[in-house]
C-alpha cells in the first residue's frame, strides 16, 4: 500500500521519537502525494533526512497529522482490531468487563489507547463510538465489526453518535445504529441503576468519567443535606441518597437533564430529593448552606483564547459554592477543562479560597478514573482534576 508520505522540517521529528501523537502543521515541510490528500487520509510521516517515523491520519488543520503507529504497517482490518482487543485486555486487567457491579466504563480512550480521536464507550451491551477525527470515522464499520468479534454475544448494538463531535468537519454523517438497535437504555453503576440517553443525551450519554467521585462522595453522605450542581442525569444525587443523605437538590440549567436525574432518582427507588432547572450561580445566590456541595461544571476554557475567562468563571463559583457549605462540611469541586492543569487549578481554588475567608483543608486530590488513563507521552490526555476540601 502506497501512502502519501508527510516530511518533516529539519529537527522536527523529535516528538515523534518521544511517540508524542501530534504533527502540528508548522511542522510539515511537504506532502508527497500521488494523486491528491484529503481530510481522513491514512500518511505515513518522514523526517527531513528520509527516516519514516509514524502512520497516522491527515487533516487540514492545526494537527495535520494523529498519530496511530510508530511502526511501519499496512493499515487494514487486523490492525484496528488489534488496537481495540489491546484496549479490551486492559479494560478487563482493570476489572471492567466482568463486573457483575459496574457494566459501564469507557473501553476505547483516543490518545491513551494509540486510536487518536477515537471513543468508545461501553454501556451494558451497547458500545457509542464518538470519532472526534475525520480520519477514524472512516474505518467506522470496521470498528463494529470488531466489537462483534471481541464481545460475541456480550454486544447486542454499536451506536455511531459523531455527528456532534464531526459536524464542522464531515457534513454527511448521521448518528445511526451500525448494528442491532435500541435497547433498554439501563446501566448498572456500583450497584445503582442509570437510565443513559446515548441517542440525544451529552457526549455518549453519561459522564463515565465521575464514577469514582460519585462512589467517594457516598463515604460523606450520610445523614447529610446536600447540594449536586450541574447534576446532568444525577449521578452523585443518586449515590448521595442511596448512602443515607437526609436532603438531595439538585440543579441543572438544561431541562432535559432535570428529566433524567429525576427519572434516576426514581430508578432506584429514592426520595428526599428535589430538582431545579437553574443556572447554578443564580441558584447559588439564594439558596440556604448545605454539609455537602458539588461543582462538577462543563469546561469553561476549550481553548487557550477563553483561559482567562475561564480563570475567572471557576473563581467565582468556588467563591459561591465555599459560601453556601455550613461549619465543618465539605465541597467537591471539579474541573474537566485540559488548559486548566492541577497547580493551576489549585491556584484558583486557593484565591476562592482567601477571598471567602474561611479555614479549609485539602482532604482528597482527584482525576480522571482508570478507563481513562494518559499516555505519558501524552499529557494533553489529562483533564479531569477535583478537589475535596473540608472547610471549617
Ligand atoms: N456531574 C454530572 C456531569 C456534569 S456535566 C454527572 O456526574 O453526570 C455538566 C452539566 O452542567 C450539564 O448537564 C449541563 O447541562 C450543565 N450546565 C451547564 N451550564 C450550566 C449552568 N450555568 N448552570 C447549571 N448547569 C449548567
Request: with cysteine.
Amino acid at each position: 500500500m502506497n501512502y502519501s508520505k508527510v516530511v518533516l522540517h529539519s529537527k522536527k521529528e523529535s516528538s515523534v521519537l518521544r511517540k508524542h501523537p501530534w504533527i502540528f502543521s508548522g511542522a510539515i515541510k511537504k506532502i508527497e502525494v500521488d494523486n491528491e490528500i484529503n481530510d481522513g487520509d491514512i500518511v505515513e510521516v518522514y523526517s527531513d533526512k528520509g527516516q519514516y517515523l509514524a502512520t497516522g491520519h491527515f487533516y487540514s488543520g492545526s494537527i495535520a497529522v494523529r498519530i496511530f503507529s510508530f511502526t511501519q504497517s499496512v493499515i487494514h482490518y487486523d490492525f484496528w482490531k488489534q488496537k481495540i482487543q489491546k484496549a479490551y485486555e486492559l479494560r478487563k486487567l482493570l476489572g471492567l468487563t466482568h463486573s457483575s457491579a459496574t457494566n459501564v466504563y469507557r473501553l476505547v480512550y483516543a490518545e491513551a489507547d494509540e486510536l487518536p480521536g477515537l471513543i468508545i464507550d461501553f454501556y451494558n451491551g451497547t458500545a457509542v463510538i464518538q470519532c472526534h477525527a475525520v480520519g477514524m470515522h472512516r474505518h467506522i464499520a470496521e470498528f463494529a465489526e470488531i466489537l462483534k468479534e471481541i464481545y460475541g454475544e456480550r454486544i447486542t448494538a454499536v451506536f455511531d453518535k459523531s455527528v456532534e463531535t464531526l459536524h464542522s468537519k464531515q457534513s454527511n454523517i448521521t448518528n445511526a445504529y451500525l448494528f442491532g438497535n435500541k435497547s433498554e437504555n439501563y446501566v448498572t453503576e456500583n450497584n445503582l441503576k442509570f437510565y443513559v440517553d446515548w441517542e440525544n443525551g451529552q457526549k455518549t450519554g453519561f459522564f463515565i468519567d465521575q464514577r469514582d467521585h460519585r462512589n467517594l462522595l457516598r463515604q460523606y453522605a450520610c445523614e447529610k443535606k446536600i447540594l449536586n450542581t450541574f447534576c446532568y442525569s444525577g449521578g452523585f444525587s443518586v449515590y448521595a441518597l442511596s448512602a443515607g443523605a437526609s436532603e438531595v437538590h439538585s440543579v441543572d440549567s438544561s431541562a432535559t437533564a432535570i428529566e433524567l436525574t429525576n427519572r434516576n432518582i426514581e430508578l432506584n427507588g429514592l426520595s428526599n430529593h428535589t430538582s431545579h432547572t437553574e443556572d447554578t450561580l443564580r441558584f447559588l445566590k439564594n439558596s440556604g448552606e448545605y454539609d455537602i456541595v458539588v461543582l462538577d461544571p462543563p469546561a469553561f476554557a476549550k481553548s487557550i483564547k477563553s483561559k482567562h475567562n475561564a480563570i475567572q468563571g471557576y473563581k467565582r463559583l468556588n467563591i459561591a459554592g465555599i459560601e453556601k457549605v455550613k461549619s465543618n462540611g465539605f465541597l467537591f469541586t471539579f474541573s474537566c477543562s485540559q488548559i486548566i492543569d492541577m497547580p493551576l487549578f489549585k491556584g484558583i481554588v486557593t484565591s476562592a479560597a482567601i477571598e471567602s475567608g474561611r479555614n479549609i483543608k485539602i482532604i482528597h486530590h482527584l482525576h480522571q478514573p482508570k478507563d481513562h488513563p494518559t499516555s505519558i507521552f501524552h499529557p494533553e490526555g489529562f483533564y479531569l482534576k477535583g478537589l475535596v476540601l473540608y472547610i471549617e
